[in-house]
Structures are given as C-alpha cells and as structure tokens.
T-cell receptor
Framework: GAVVSQHPSRVICKSGTSVKIECRSL??????MFWYRQFPKQSLMLMAT?????????EQGVEKDKFLINHASLTLSTLTVTSAHPEDSSFYIC?????????FGPGTRLTVL | DAKTTQPTSMDCAEGRAANLPCNHS???????VYWYRQIHSQGPQYIIH???NNETNEMASLIITEDRKSSTLILPHATLRDTAVYYC???????????????FGKGTKLSVKP
C-alpha cells in the first residue's frame, strides 16, 4: 500500500510552547489529508480535514486557533499545536487519501510537561 | 455514514483462521465496508475494503452478506503479529465524487495466542 510518513515520531515539550508535526505522502499525491488524535485506551478521533490549497475543516469541539493545519502541497500537511498544555498530550496520527482508500502515518507521540 | 457493531475482543490460536464479524445493518447503497487494524502504538494499517462482492488480497478475505448488513474479515492463518485492534468502518464512496470520512469505533481486540 501507499506510504505516509510523520515527523517527529516523538516530541516532548514544555507547557506554553508550540509544536509542529509534519505529514507526508511519499509515493502518491493527496489532495485531502486528515488529522486524528488518540488518547490512551481510546479510539481515534478525527480532528480535521485538510484540502490542498484551502482552509482546513475542523470537527466539532476542535479549536482551530489551537490546532493550526496547513496543507501547502499535494504531499505535505502540517499540524501545529500552539501554546501546548499537558491535556494536549496525545498520539497524533495523520492520514492521506489516495483514490478510494486512506493510508495512515505511524503517529506522533506528544508529551507536554 | 452507517454505524458498525463489533465484538469487543476475540482470541484465536496461532495458525488458525481468525474470523472477525461486523454488523452494519443500516448500510446504504453507496457505502463501502473498510477494515483497518492498529497494532499497539502504531498508526492504523489498511487491510481491505469492498462493496458487495467478496474480496481477497494478500492480507485477508472480506465476506459480505448478500443483504450487506454484515461482513466478516478472515485472516486465514493468524500469527502472533496479527494481534491488534481491528476496525470495521462503513464509508460513503462515490468514485470521482464525494467521499465520507473514516470514523473509528472501538473495534475488536484480537489476541492471537501460541
């Protein structure tokens, strides 16, 4: 299947700082990418959908000013967690759509101290 | 998108076939059945998807009932590495048109035992 990468795989930051996570589709172009969040022992929750060249669509309850999404090219989307707090600590997973299937990245473990 | 119902957990002996059921009684005509799995602390892995015909690939087989209200994912020879949470998701797919989002439920935790 198609490959999606994420960077970094793990990040630890201090409360109040911002963290950027990159998501790349390595062998296909993705006009649509998705960001999910997963808390321990819970399922994945869709945070937002990003389309290349346009503003992201956020799910209900997700603060768009806190989770900034940029989908600048057909192979790259970024998620920036601004002014991170300990409750933002989670596993963040991106996904890219290819024709009829979505492929997922390996995830980024964010820990906010 | 229609909702799905899966058992919370299942066990399977190594080398045996693992049959994971999924109910999607409210599925509509343009909704496909997708299966993903998530091994601990990794991103979900795509397994297979189908509309109404049975599908098979190198990972698994997907059997969809004639009325499309339920399906079964079959791992023909389960190994310890198949231990994971398996998600059955129903999603709208119109080729060249609108597509629904992948909404994850709780899935089935499959434990393959030696």
């Amino acid at each position: 299947g198609a490959v999606v990468s994420q960077h970094p795989s793990r990040v630890i930051c201090k409360s109040g700082t911002s963290v950027k996570i990159e998501c790349r589709s390595l062998d296909f172009q993705a006009t649509t990418m998705f960001w999910y969040r997963q808390f321990p022992k819970q399922s994945l929750m869709l945070m937002a959908t990003s389309n290349e060249g346009s503003k992201a669509t956020y799910e209900q309850g997700v603060e768009k000013d806190k989770f900034l999404i940029n989908h600048a090219s057909l192979t790259l989307s970024t998620l920036t967690v601004t002014s991170a707090h300990p409750e933002d600590s989670s596993f963040y997973i991106c996904s890219a759509r290819a024709t009829d299937t979505q492929y997922f990245g390996p995830g980024t473990r964010l820990t906010v101290l | 998108d229609a909702k799905t119902t899966q058992p919370t957990s299942m066990d399977c002996a190594e080398g045996r076939a693992a049959n994971l059921p999924c109910n999607h009684s409210t599925i509509s005509g343009n909704e496909y059945v997708y299966w993903y799995r998530q091994i601990h602390s990794q991103g979900p892995q795509y397994i297979i998807h189908g509309l109404k015909n049975n599908e098979t690939n190198e990972m698994a087989s997907l059997i969809i009932t004639e009325d499309r209200k339920s399906s079964t994912l079959i791992l023909p020879h389960a190994t310890l590495r198949d231990t994971a949470v398996y998600y059955c998701i129903v999603r709208v797919l119109n080729y060249g048109g609108s597509q629904g989002n992948l909404i994850f439920g709780k899935g089935t935790k499959l434990s393959v035992k030696p």
